[in-house]
T-cell receptor, first 108, second 113 residues
């Protein structure tokens, strides 16, 4: 089965609403990173967060190793937040695997 | 900020032809990776390397070879390209000792006709 699962697969919000994106993993964690990608674009690193909680502006990432999950919270969403959010799990010192992503669409 | 440069940015190849995608990083990172990204599949790991001279198979290595001749360079080679290899390819690097974030290149869009 898939080692990294993201949910929801897609999400539509009205501007100003909050979003909670989940990344669940079934294997041991060595590292956890969240990325943002516009259609046809490159990957922009949002957080490197192997454990605990980190904040950056309207974004918050929380990783709980014991529960094998990481989350990305977006507060007061904006239309410019639209795109795909990907989590990347480092399973050992070398290998890094991705979830399939959450496609977010924020309506004006 | 770590720099990862991929070339070419776009490539059109014919079925059965040989394609080489190049990746260069200037930050002395140990690990380098090649992924492909397709709708419905996300990013899938093709090959990775943990230093010059090493290459390791990822999750979907069939039809691809990799070469790591130096710390800075990591190539992905399609000896006999097929239309199913049409995709966007991303290279990434990572330092496992001090800072384990992945840094990505801008991607190579490959079309095999």
């Amino acid at each position: 089965g898939q080692q990294v699962q993201q949910s929801p697969a897609s999400l539509v919000l009205q501007e100003g609403e909050n979003a909670e994106l989940q990344c669940n993993f079934s294997t041991s964690l060595n590292s956890m990173q969240w990325f943002y990608q516009r259609p046809g674009g490159s990957l922009v690193s949002l957080f490197y967060n192997p454990s605990g909680t980190k904040h950056s502006g309207r974004l918050t990432s929380t990783t709980v190793i014991k529960e094998r999950r990481s989350s990305l919270h977006i507060s007061s969403s904006q239309t410019t937040d639209s795109g795909t959010y990907l989590c990347a799990l480092g399973t050992n010192a070398y290998k890094v695997i991705f979830g399939k992503g959450t496609h977010l669409h924020v309506l004006p | 900020e770590a720099a990862v440069t991929q070339s070419p940015r776009n490539k059109v190849a014919v079925t059965g032809g040989k394609v080489t995608l190049s990746c260069n990083q200037t930050n002395n990172h140990n690990n380098m990776y090649w992924y492909r990204q397709d709708t419905g599949h996300g990013l899938r790991l093709i090959h990775y390397s943990y230093g010059a001279g090493s290459t390791e198979k990822g999750d979907i290595p069939d039809g691809y070879k990799a070469s790591r001749p130096s710390q800075e360079n990591f190539s992905l080679i399609l000896e006999l390209a097929t239309p199913s290899q049409t995709s966007v390819y991303f290279c990434a690097s990572r330092q496992i000792i001090s800072n384990e974030r992945l840094f990505f290149g801008h991607g190579t869009k490959l079309s095999v006709l």
